[in-house]
């Protein structure tokens, strides 16, 4: 406000004064392709599901550290990380992860982190569903 004054008194009596207001906004979107054949099926494989054991996951996942997705079961995502652990994103009720085979995108929070309960994965074709839970993924061993 009182800049506006100041102008006002500088500026010449006859000659009309215009002001302008200037709003910069940003929006990041992350791209999270999906993964190459031969490092992880990119499709749902009857004896992918039985590769994978679930444990109890973390709440947040950081979006730094994800380098591709796959999908293998009918209700979640699994995100392959830089460290080569793997973590299946469970999607909320009524979503199906059929929609996320061309990948998906990520709005990222100011913390850098994907987070249950908060996020959301959108695909390509505008479908949007959030995260319910993250599982931690471990192989299965043979005599398990």
């Given at each position: 406000m009182l800049h506006s004054v100041l102008l006002l008194l500088i500026a010449p009596s006859g000659e009309p004064v215009q002001f302008a207001q200037l709003t910069i906004q940003q929006r990041v979107i992350i791209r999270v392709p999906m993964a190459r054949k031969g490092r992880a099926p990119a499709r749902i494989a009857p004896d992918a599901r039985h590769m994978w054991k679930e444990k109890k996951g973390p709440r947040c996942v950081a979006l730094r550290s994800i380098q591709s997705a796959s999908v293998v079961v009918d209700n979640g995502v699994d995100l392959l990380l830089a460290d080569n652990h793997r973590y299946r994103?469970?999607?909320?009720?009524?979503?199906?992860?059929?929609?996320?085979?061309?990948?998906?995108?990520?709005?990222?929070?100011?913390?850098?982190?994907?987070?249950?309960?908060?996020?959301?994965?959108?695909?390509?074709?505008?479908?949007?569903?959030?995260?319910?839970?993250?599982?931690?993924?471990?192989?299965?061993?043979?005599?398990?």
């Open positions: 994103a469970k999607l909320e009720n009524g979503c199906r992860s059929t929609g996320f085979y061309s990948g998906f995108y990520v709005e990222p929070d100011d913390d850098g982190s994907l987070c249950s309960g908060r996020d959301a994965l959108q695909a390509r074709s505008g479908l949007s569903c959030g995260i319910d839970s993250f599982r931690r993924l471990v192989p299965v061993k043979a005599d398990d």
